[in-house]
């Protein structure tokens, strides 16, 4: 889990940490990964496989299909497919998970137990296509608000989203999860290259208290997990004791390592003992970055699945959804939910839970106000408002077109094809009603026309 940014790196790497790292690696490694991490940052991205921009010629980071290299960061605010979730600003190393989890069993049930801003949970129900249950939880308020937000745009209908820490969601759903992925709170050596804060904020006692947080951590994580089930450990930093340094307490609690190759190729080092995967910046194509994977003891069994919860009805925000899968409407504290297969026999007993499948809106007065979920899923049957690049910023800035008439009170808007949320008639306007946490704060350029998202990102 890395640091917030603060928009690069430009002060010198902490002298106990240059120490620390030559008391490690030894001098002349330490001199050659240290080094590497004052070079320029790589810039990728994470396409998104089922939308419109999947096959634009790009760079291909090796080790997943839809990672890709830009030459130069553009400025994402200004891409309308940035906004409408065609891809995730996601570093290259993380995206290491991929060939890893093509080697484990799909899940009935998984967790990413500290997913925001979204980028690796975005990644596991990429891998999952729909089969299965994710829940994506973090348990800070306002970062598990941006995940909600990440997981709507990204538009799969599978996900459940909540806000508690790993001690209540121990309690109230032991042995449930096939897989948890713990991307944990890390001291973010990793991310040293590219942010500025990641280093002001570094000292040893953080290197520490991170250590001592994550041994918290580990044990809810691990009873979480049914028995066969699988464990995904990663971090952002390279302090040892941060990543293979807790194998001793991950046996103790009933985990063994799982060795999985990867191709030399990629650069990524293998840690003694089946121990997991670590990159350095100079070596892999993109920051730092460790992750090992670990099966707990006993034997697998399947997931439980509940009978869809009965709610009532909502006809017209139900209309909405994709007419080639069977949908139940559901109320839950206040929002509708469309399923389009039954829920997990524990998903009740889920703490703080936030999201259910896919979040219809609400039905306030008999007025129908649609959620901006609804807008990300792949054939929503509303009608569609094609904008230029022009009118698609000013609507992700709050402005609203000018009037086409559709015979239709609620409108997609889109941009290439990609939808970026609704549209209201009233009389002979529209209102814009795009939320206003998303919206564009910057000034927008006078850019006209449908862009070339490869000449904007070259």
């Known amino acids: 889990m890395k640091p917030l940014s603060s928009g690069g790196a430009n002060s010198a790497l902490p002298l106990d940490f240059v120490q620390a790292c030559e008391s490690a690696w030894g001098m002349p490694l330490a001199q050659t990964r240290l080094k590497a991490l004052d070079l320029p940052s790589e810039t990728s991205i994470r396409l998104h496989p089922k939308r419109s921009l999947s096959n634009i010629g790009l760079e291909q980071v090796p080790w997943h299909p839809y990672g890709r290299y830009l030459k130069q960061r553009p400025v994402f605010t200004l891409d309308p497919a940035f906004h409408a979730g065609a891809y995730y600003v996601q570093e290259a190393s993380s995206m290491v998970l991929w060939p890893l989890l093509n080697q484990l069993p799909k899940p009935d049930f998984a967790i990413d137990l500290a997913g925001a801003p979204g980028g690796k949970s975005t990644l596991l129900l990429d891998w999952m296509n729909e089969e299965g249950w994710l829940l994506a939880n973090d348990p800070i308020p306002n970062r598990a608000l941006a995940l909600q937000d990440n997981l709507k745009k990204w538009g799969y209908t599978n996900v459940l989203q909540s806000n508690a820490n790993p001690e209540q969601l121990a309690l109230h759903i032991p042995g449930q999860a096939d897989l948890l992925l713990l991307d944990a709170p890390c001291s973010g050596e990793g991310m040293f290259r590219k942010d500025a804060f990641a280093r002001q904020q570094w000292t040893l006692d953080l290197r520490q208290s991170c250590q001592n947080l994550q041994a918290q951590i580990l044990p809810h994580a691990v009873e979480l997990i049914k028995p066969g089930g699988h464990l995904i450990y ?17 046996r103790e609690l009933g985990m063994q390592p799982v060795l999985m190759p990867l191709p030399k190729e990629y650069g990524f080092e293998a840690i003694e003992g089946g121990l997991g995967w670590a990159a350095y910046p100079g070596q892999v194509r993109g920051e730092g970055f460790y992750v090992s994977v670990w099966r707990k003891e006993g034997e697998a069994n399947r997931q439980t699945l509940g009978v869809v919860p009965k709610g009532g009805s909502a006809e017209v925000l139900a209309s909405l959804l994709p007419a080639h899968r069977d949908w139940t409407t559901h109320e839950y504290k206040g929002q509708w939910y469309g399923l389009s297969k039954p829920l997990l026999a524990c998903w009740n007993s889920i703490p703080r839970l936030q999201l259910l499948g896919v979040c219809l809106g609400k039905i306030e007065k008999g007025r129908v106000l649609p959620d901006p979920h609804l807008a990300f899923i792949e054939g929503c049957t509303a009608p569609r408002l094609e904008l230029n690049t022009e009118e698609a910023l000013r609507y992700l800035k709050g ?60």
């Open 234 to 250: 990663s971090t952002c930093t390279f302090h040892e004791a941060e990543n293979q340094g807790h194998a001793a307490l991950l």
């Open 399 to 458: 402005l609203s077109p000018e009037f086409k008439a559709v015979p239709a009170p609620w409108i997609v808007a889109e941009h290439a094809g990609l939808g970026l949320g609704w549209l209201k008639i009233a009389g002979q306007r529209f209102n814009n009603a795009y939320p206003h946490p998303w919206r564009i704060r910057m000034d927008l350029p006078g850019q006209k026309g449908n862009s070339n998202l490869a000449q904007f990102w070259h």
